[in-house]
């Protein structure tokens, strides 16, 4: 990547700026793709169509936005087509796989119980809309919050208010609790940002997030982070129990057992992050014996790592 020298940086190229700029877009775009989500979502073929078409939308102001903004390629969602194709599903059964765990447990502990068959139509709907749901937040928490608030504060420093922003995100649901957002905070605030942290790559976060979302509520039939909807998947199930077990009218997404089950590959994550040499520390100052232009290239080597 060519990084700009100090005479030709424009005001928008700056970390800030940038940050606000892409995080006003990417919440135009989230308001866009849910309308477009919410719409098409009406069967199958509807939910799996809107649902793509409002991740590919995102995808592209992404694009357009880091283009215009840090005028370099988008290196996190490279590399070619197959690959990409690859490793998103690859993350998605991971994302599958470690819900799976997590409910399986609660189960043992009579947690949670399959009262019967749902839909298999609803299955698919959900995991459409589910993917322009994981697309959109995961653009907009790892891809602009995470990275650019890393070319400033270093990757603990990006890890800590990618995390807690992500938890208090979800504070807007219908059954939020405080309880509710710190554990998203910690379970997959933590997780997917150590997932970026250690490939680089937004298509990890992307998967697991997808898997995790579209197993909870198109496969278990539970409820999704306090969003108080109705599920509508393949199985039909009751929760029930003490809320540190079943994470109450939240979800199990506020249960002791996805906190301990999510730290687990949340510190795999950061081990890989560490043995590849991805964790940053925050940039020099000038007044600290860097110049301006040392930071902007920190900055960029950051970004594109």
């Known amino acids: 990547m060519r990084v700009l020298p100090v005479a030709e940086a424009r005001w928008w190229s700056r970390p800030m700026a940038r940050l606000l700029i892409m995080i006003a877009l990417l919440v135009g775009v989230a308001a866009v793709v849910d309308a477009l989500a919410a719409g098409m979502a009406t069967g199958p073929v509807g939910g799996l169509v809107g649902g793509g078409l409002g991740a590919a939308f995102a995808m592209w102001v992404y694009a357009m936005a880091v ?129 970026y942290a250690a490939t680089r790559s937004l298509w990890v976060p992307i998967g697991v997030h997808l898997g995790w979302n579209a197993a909870e509520a198109g496969i278990f039939g539970v409820t999704v982070s306090g969003s108080g909807a109705e599920s509508h998947g393949l199985l039909e199930a009751t929760m029930s129990g003490p809320a540190a077990l079943t994470g109450g009218a939240f979800g199990p997404e506020a249960s002791v057992v996805a906190i301990l089950v999510c730290s687990v590959p949340t510190v795999l994550f950061l081990r890989m992050a560490r043995r590849r040499g991805h964790l940053h520390r925050r940039p020099r100052r000038a007044s600290q014996g860097g110049t301006t232009a040392d930071v902007q290239v920190a900055g960029a080597a950051v970004g594109c790592s």
């Open 67 to 195: 283009r215009a903004t840090e005028r370099r390629h988008v290196m996190e969602l490279l590399p070619g087509r197959e690959e990409a194709v690859s490793a998103l599903w690859r993350w998605t059964l991971a994302g599958l796989a470690l819900f799976t765990v997590t409910i399986g447990v609660i189960a043992v502990f009579g947690g949670y119980r399959v009262a019967g068959w749902g839909s298999f139509g609803g299955a698919v709907t959900v995991f459409g809309t589910m993917c322009a749901v994981a697309v959109v937040e995961e653009l907009l928490f790892r891809g602009v919050l995470f990275r650019i608030v890393e070319e400033m504060a270093g990757t603990w420093g990006a890890l800590l208010v990618s995390g807690v922003l992500f938890g208090a995100f979800h504070l807007v649901n219908p059954d939020a609790t405080g309880w509710g957002a710190l554990a998203i905070a910690i379970e997959a605030g933590l997780m997917l940002g150590a997932a």
